[in-house]
């Protein structure tokens, strides 16, 4: 079995405080060096609006200093990560105030791009398009409606909202259809978020357990020569060995994470698979910072992988 070296973890770490944004190394610390949550928060809270959702080019793709739901599920990701739960902290109470306000929402949930994304530098697939937003809102919405239903009041008006727009994304699934870019993996949370909380009463889980599974297992892209471009991998849905996926995988997920150790760049990081395209000649400062920033993240998300499969010396 292949393993991260000491070397190469040591050249990621200084990669890491080179190159990367206070909160990616506040969350270096806190996976790697025993670092605190709290210093995570600190950093995170620099994103947040005070309408309560994130902008700020949080979500480097989107330079777009506004509040979006997409940039605000993308800080609700991270609290996850680091398993915050404190639903009385003033950041998870922002992002109550800035859900509450009904903004860039619709009875179907809320929106994957918004129409200031455009007087911003951006990636193309920010670019607002009131078609693309009809599927590419599903994963925003699954996720956002897991936040709410984690952590809301159940009487409140917000938590029924998010009951009711969880049966609309499951209906969906019966008529089978776009689900956009994060639409998967947003059926994925909200499946495990409604287990989690026994909803069996309220909704058809057996139904939405078996749609997900083979979603997840026909978008994982096995062709390994593939792997350099963008598109899911095993390890975007296999985080752990305790993964549901994991059991009839095993040897894919193994071929990825070799992969990943043989894929870093010389006394560095992982590049992105993804580019602005044609927005890169119109803003190429703006997407030479956004893809160094990405290295960042992405960097310590492959490092917590290897850790998870005891893959790092």
Sequence with gaps: MKKLSKQAFEEIRIWIYRNARQFEIALWQYYFEKGSKETVLSALLLYQNDDGGFGNTFEPDSWNPNSSPYTTLHAVSKLND???????????????????????????????????????????????????????????????????????????????????????????????????????????ALKDILFQLGMADKFDLEFLSSTVKKLVNDSMERDTSKWGLYGKKPSDFIKSPDSEFYRGNEEILQRELNYIIDSRTKNGVWGITWSWFENNEKYPKEYAISENWWKADVAIEKVRLLRNFDMIE
């Design 82 to 188: 680091i398993s915050f739960m404190d639903k009385n902290h003033p950041i998870i109470q922002g992002i109550f105030r800035f859900i509450e306000s009904g903004m860039h929402s619709d009875d179907d949930g809320w929106l994957f791009s918004i129409p200031t994304n455009d007087d911003y530098p951006h990636a193309p697939w920010w670019t607002y398009d009131s078609e693309a937003n009809k599927y590419e809102n599903i994963g925003v919405s699954a996720g956002l409606a897991c936040f709410i239903l984690k952590f809301a009041d159940k009487d409140s008006i917000i938590y029924q909202r998010a009951l009711t727009i969880a049966n609309r994304l499951i209906d969906r699934l019966h008529t089978p259809g776009k689900y956009g870019e994060m639409g998967v993996g947003g059926y994925l």
